[in-house]
């Protein structure tokens, strides 16, 4: 294990311009990656705080009793897709269009009665606030007796839905483009490093040394490039999180976790990068 680590590590004392040209074109790849991934977790964070704002609303026929109505948000709350339930009385629904709706404030002078329903207010959890589960929801408040209907949004909350899978599939398209690049180079300067020491690997299987032995120097060296790239593209983001938090609007940055796994990607890469190199080149030399 310490001649691999040792040979791994002369491989950059042996070519510091191709190591450094490889780590360098490395981490630019995981940068525009990293970037990208910058405004996906913020335009995921938006996506998130306009989902909070997913409400299923059921008005309630004139004449519900109080009872009924304390009844059926136990049952409510109850569903497992729900996260709070809150009656709003006939009175609380004008005082609080009175307070939102100011540019109505001389109708609201003419009103004689009250014309707004008393309603029950469904907020769901942040699991269940995808179109399906919300019209499932929907569908059971319907079911009571005294519900007189229920709005939701349909429209938006299948737009955001929609949202969200473009969002996925945009990613999983532009981060495997990004690693599909990144794998290439590595694999190539893995490739003229095997070719460099083509005469000192055939000397060491004329010794009687396995291809596995030869090879783990190299996969070493991928893993290490990789990783480094990761880290040097992790510290560009930062950089440019930085520049875009203080000129430009308020950003989110990577978790703990999600820049550990960019860094953990870009030494998956190398590894990825080596074998597919080392194992095609190495039966040539």
Do not use: C
């Given at each position: 294990?310490?001649?691999?680590?040792r040979?791994?590590?002369?491989?950059?004392?042996?070519?510091?311009?191709?190591?450094?040209?490889?780590?360098?074109?490395?981490?630019?790849?995981?940068?525009?990656l990293?970037?990208?991934g910058?405004?996906?977790?913020?335009?995921?964070?938006?996506?998130?705080?306009?989902?909070?704002?997913?409400?299923?609303?059921?008005?309630?026929?004139?004449?519900?009793?109080?009872?009924?109505?304390?009844?059926?948000?136990?049952?409510?709350?109850?569903?497992?897709?729900?996260?709070?339930?809150?009656?709003?009385?006939?009175?609380?629904a004008?005082?609080?269009?009175?307070?939102?709706?100011?540019?109505?404030?001389?109708?609201?002078?003419?009103?004689?009665?009250?014309?707004?329903?008393?309603?029950?207010?469904?907020?769901?959890?942040?699991?269940?606030?995808?179109?399906?589960?919300?019209?499932?929801?929907?569908?059971?408040?319907?079911?009571?007796?005294?519900?007189?209907?229920?709005?939701?949004?349909?429209?938006?909350?299948?737009?955001?839905?929609?949202?969200?899978?473009?969002?996925?599939?945009?990613?999983?398209?532009?981060?495997?483009?990004?690693?599909?690049?990144?794998?290439?180079?590595?694999?190539?300067?893995?490739?003229?490093?095997?070719?460099?020491?083509?005469?000192?690997?055939?000397?060491?299987?004329?010794?009687?040394?396995?291809?596995?032995?030869?090879?783990?120097?190299f996969?070493?060296?991928?893993?290490?490039?990789?990783?480094?790239?990761?880290?040097?593209?992790m510290?560009?983001?930062?950089?440019?999180?930085?520049?875009?938090?203080?000129?430009?609007?308020?950003?989110?940055?990577?978790?703990?976790?999600?820049?550990?796994?960019?860094?953990?990607?870009?030494?998956?890469?190398?590894?990825?990068?080596?074998?597919?190199?080392?194992?095609?080149?190495?039966?040539?030399?």
């Amino acid at each position: 294990m310490n001649l691999t680590i040792r040979e791994a590590l002369l491989a950059f004392r042996r070519a510091p311009l191709l190591s450094a040209l490889s780590v360098t074109t490395i981490a630019f790849s995981l940068f525009v990656l990293g970037l990208f991934g910058l405004v996906a977790v913020n335009f995921q964070r938006a996506l998130n705080e306009i989902a909070q704002r997913v409400e299923i609303v059921a008005y309630l026929l004139p004449g519900t009793p109080g009872e009924t109505v304390t009844l059926a948000l136990k049952d409510i709350e109850a569903f497992p897709e729900v996260q709070a339930a809150n009656y709003v009385s006939e009175d609380s629904a004008l005082a609080r269009a009175k307070r939102e709706l100011v540019e109505f404030r001389d109708q609201y002078r003419e009103l004689e009665n009250n014309p707004l329903p008393a309603s029950i207010e469904v907020k769901l959890k942040p699991s269940f606030r995808d179109a399906a589960h919300v019209n499932v929801v929907a569908d059971r408040l319907r079911g009571f007796g005294f519900v007189d209907d229920v709005h939701f949004g349909r429209d938006w909350v299948e737009k955001l839905d929609r949202l969200r899978q473009l969002a996925a599939a945009v990613g999983i398209v532009v981060g495997g483009a990004f690693a599909a690049v990144a794998i290439i180079i590595i694999g190539t300067t893995i490739r003229m490093a095997v070719l460099q020491r083509s005469r000192e690997i055939a000397i060491m299987r004329l010794v009687g040394a396995t291809d596995g032995f030869i090879r783990r120097p190299f996969l070493l060296q991928g893993t290490i490039k990789g990783l480094l790239g990761g880290i040097v593209a992790m510290g560009f983001s930062f950089g440019a999180y930085y520049l875009i938090n203080r000129f430009l609007i308020q950003a989110t940055f990577f978790t703990k976790v999600q820049a550990l796994a960019i860094i953990g990607f870009g030494a998956l890469i190398g590894l990825m990068g080596s074998l597919l190199s080392v194992g095609r080149h190495l039966k040539r030399v």
